[in-house]
């Protein structure tokens, strides 16, 4: 199929929560979206918030057989990255020869060595995150050659787990793929390729013949074939569809929002994320690098903060129960800097920064019990914005005059939350009509998909998309209020850390 003005294009979000999608048109206009929970419409895998917590309280998996469902309901993305799933000997044969008479799941439900798939909130595996950086030659080299030091999400450490705790189920595996390649596989009807933006892996020190099980990895705007029979038999896709590669929900959002160097995303979703558009990358200890999937001459660094919406949602529920008007209306009624109290809210093992529990401080840095329900709100989004700011700037980020700060995910459509995250950043923040640019941005990847070989740019085939509006302005005493209490929040982030671990 030619990329032409009559053509559509699909974007999915296998996201945390629910897989969302978009369609778009030639002339880049939005024409389809709709969602689906997992929770609440797939209530036969009983997940909470998409996942099951395994009773360690590290494990976190999520049913691939639910992924499976959720495909055929939609009949095609930028998965959550680092999810991993494991596809049985055999699998591949099955994959291709689909009968279109019968749902995916009847189909598929044999072909997983694994059914439960470690995804990005699991941080299990600190064991072979030590032995990786060991065998790399410490943390900072492997963040040389990967980008990142071992982080226990990611899908080389998850592999060396499974091969180490269930060596049967890891024999009898064929291939890996990653959430995306796993849902592009699908719809091609045989195993797609993982995209360079999410295939960094030291593999020999993984697991042996590690290159063979997950495939050889391409550029992320490479066509990767034509959709299987199955699809078009049973749902009616046009036989000229094609596949683009799939990458992962972050790369996709960046794609969406059409970052530009200097602008810096923070992306409210399950996860809080932020990232940056960067041409020389410099890995560091905390934070990752990864390819751009819209440039292969650009990267992108991004930061991960586990404790994102399911915090503020908890504490929306015990402060404001669990109105977001009611959580909101606390927001504007309390001052910027709250008082002097801050807090830090991590109710399951943080990623950015490495921490748990909840650890409230009063304007004389004494630690408090409790908060008042309005103090609470604010510390809460106060501390969460502090601390992607901090964090944000010890990766090499800083904010300049002109800098914009492009929110997207879920709680992005909160103005009060996002009046915060201007004011603690100093900076105007803009957002896209939809909430979900990462679906938008698979939707361009897939028209540029089709463009690309022949040399045209990702930003010249976005060039007309509407552009991020200012949603907020920081208010005039920003910078006084918050850059004094960014030197007390990283004083007292230092004194969290030194605590005991429960
Ligand atoms: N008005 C709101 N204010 C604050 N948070 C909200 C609001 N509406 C939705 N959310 C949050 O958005 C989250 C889902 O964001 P989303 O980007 O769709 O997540 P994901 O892509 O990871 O599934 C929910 O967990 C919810 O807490
Ligand atoms: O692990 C990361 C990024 O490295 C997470 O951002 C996941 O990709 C989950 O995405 P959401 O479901 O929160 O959008």
């Known amino acids: 199929m030619a990329a032409g003005r009559d053509s559509l294009y699909l974007g999915l979000d296998f996201s945390t929560q629910q897989l969302k999608a978009v369609v778009i048109d030639g002339n880049l206009n939005v024409v389809h979206q709709s969602s689906v929970q997992f929770d609440s419409e797939l209530p036969d895998f009983r997940t909470q918030g998409g996942v099951h917590i395994h009773t360690d309280r590290l494990t976190v998996t999520s049913p691939v057989l639910m992924w499976v469902q959720v495909s055929r309901r939609f009949s095609l993305s930028p998965p959550q990255q680092h999810g991993s799933v494991f596809w049985r000997t055999g699998a591949s044969e099955t994959l291709k020869h689909l009968d279109p008479d019968h749902n995916l799941e009847q189909l598929l ?25 060991a065998a790399a030659g410490g943390a900072e080299r492997l963040a040389e050659i990967t980008g990142s030091r071992g982080y226990e999400r990611f899908t080389g450490n998850q ?7 269930r060596p049967d189920e890891f024999m009898d595996t064929e291939r890996i793929s990653l959430v995306s390649s796993f849902a592009a596989s699908l719809f091609l009807g045989g195993y797609a390729a993982i995209d360079y933006s999410d295939g960094k892996i030291c593999l020999e020190a993984t697991a042996p013949h590690l290159d063979q099980l997950l495939g050889a990895a391409l550029p992320s705007t490479s066509v990767l074939g034509s959709i299987s029979s199955y699809f078009i038999h049973r749902f009616g896709f046009s036989e000229s569809c094609r596949v683009v590669s799939f990458t992962g929900d972050n790369p996709a959002s960046l794609a969406g929002m059409r970052l530009q160097p200097g602008d810096i995303a923070v992306s409210l979703g399950t996860s809080d994320t932020v990232f940056l558009w960067v041409q020389n990358p410099r890995p560091a200890l905390e934070g990752h690098v990864f390819c751009s999937p819209v440039d292969q001459e650009a990267f992108m660094a991004l930061l991960c903060f586990k404790n994102g919406s399911l915090t503020r949602e908890h504490i929306s529920n015990e402060c404001a129960g669990g109105s977001w008007e009611d959580f909101s209306a606390m927001l504007r009624e309390t001052p910027l800097g709250n008082d002097g109290n801050i807090g830090f809210y991590f109710d399951t093992m943080e990623i950015t920064p490495p921490a748990v529990g909840i650890h409230r401080f009063d304007s004389d840095d004494s630690e408090v019990s409790s908060f008042s329900p ?37 709680a992005s459509s909160n103005k009060e939350i996002l009046q915060v995250l201007s004011d603690v950043f100093n900076a105007p923040v803009y957002t ?11 939707a361009y990847r897939a028209l540029h998909g089709l463009l690309a070989e022949s040399g045209v740019s990702f930003l010249d085939v976005v060039k007309n998309a509407p552009e991020p509006q200012q949603t907020t302005t920081p208010h005039p005493s920003a910078k006084q209020v918050y850059d004094g209490m960014l030197q007390r929040f990283a004083r007292l982030e230092e004194r969290v850390l030194q605590k005991p671990r429960p």
Do not use: N
Request: with cysteine; glycine share 8%; charged share 20%.
């Open 109 to 133: 439900q044999d072909s997983f060595s694994v059914s439960d798939s470690p995804v990005w909130m699991d941080s299990s595996s600190s064991k072979q995150c030590l032995d990786l950086e």
């Open 159 to 165: 592999i060396a787990k499974l091969r180490q705790t």
């Open 374 to 410: 309005q103090v609470e709100v604010r510390a809460l989004v106060e501390g969460q914005f502090l601390s992607r700011r901090l964090h944000a700037e010890r990766l090499g980020y800083s904010i300049l005059p002109g800098t914009r700060v492009l929110a997207t995910g879920g």
């Open 432 to 442: 896209i009509d939809l909430s979900d640019s990462a679906c938008l941005g698979s």
